[in-house]
């Protein structure tokens, strides 16, 4: 697996380049036909799905991680208990996915970055591997680039967003992901081959089921 890059050189401060995940875990899970279940609790090898993604981003490469919670956070918080995860609760999250976004991004921004790592907590093909293949090629790109997972000829997540694009990330609304924010941007982007965990996530039941995993929770 390599990697298709449209940016210039900018590898020379590759060393200072801090990168942060944020973490989104907020959503309701409402594609799952079981009120009564939540897919980050849903089981994968006996550990749940939120735990199991957030020990890749734990393990990774990341300078730190931050979690946005929203429905059932107590009950997340419960399962990420022990990991070295800063955790924010955005209260609009039922607003679609953009509140939690700008809910991350405005507790990383505190403590500065030079790029944001956004990761959907309901991926469970992606491995620390991926993440610290991504932050390499955005480190190496001098902190200036997007760098976007893709598999299967195609852009994916997770997604990397240098810190310039702080007033485009704070205007975004409902439930719309950083999509619009990439196309429009202006900033050279490098797309980075994983495979097909780019575009593996688990919204349903039966995804949950097709993925290896056991709905619970």
């Known amino acids: 697996m390599g990697y298709h ?7 020379g401060n590759a060393r200072n380049i801090s990168t942060l995940i944020v973490w989104l875990c907020a959503g309701k899970s409402t594609r799952v036909r079981d009120d009564r279940r939540h897919k980050l609790l849903s089981e994968f090898d006996g550990v749940t799905l939120v735990r199991k993604s957030a020990r890749a981003a734990c393990c990774s490469a990341a300078s730190r991680v931050f979690a946005v919670t929203g429905h059932r956070r107590s009950d997340i918080a419960a399962a990420l208990g022990g990991l070295d995860i800063a955790l924010a609760f955005n209260p609009h999250f039922p607003s ?3 509140s939690s976004i700008i809910a991350d991004w405005t507790a990383a921004y505190a403590v500065g970055f030079d790029g944001c790592l956004i990761m959907l907590a ?6 620390t591997l991926d993440l610290d293949r991504l ?10 680039a997007i760098v976007q997972a893709a598999g299967q ?9 240098p810190r310039s694009l ?17 196309e429009r941007s202006g900033i050279p982007v490098i797309e980075v081959d994983i495979g097909e965990g780019a575009h593996v996530d688990v919204d349903t039941s039966e995804a949950i089921v ?3 995993g056991v709905l619970k929770g």
């Open 96 to 98: 679609g996915i953009a």
């Open 210 to 212: 097709a993925a290896g």
């Open 153 to 161: 000829g195609r852009r994916g997540n997770p997604v990397i967003l």
């Open 122 to 127: 309901d991926m469970p093909g992606i491995s």
């Open 135 to 144: 932050i390499a090629v955005f480190k190496d790109a001098g902190g200036r």
């Open 166 to 182: 702080r007033s485009a990330i704070l205007a975004m609304q409902g439930d719309i992901g950083a999509r619009h924010i990439i």
């Open 5 to 11: 890059s449209r940016s210039g050189d900018g590898a």
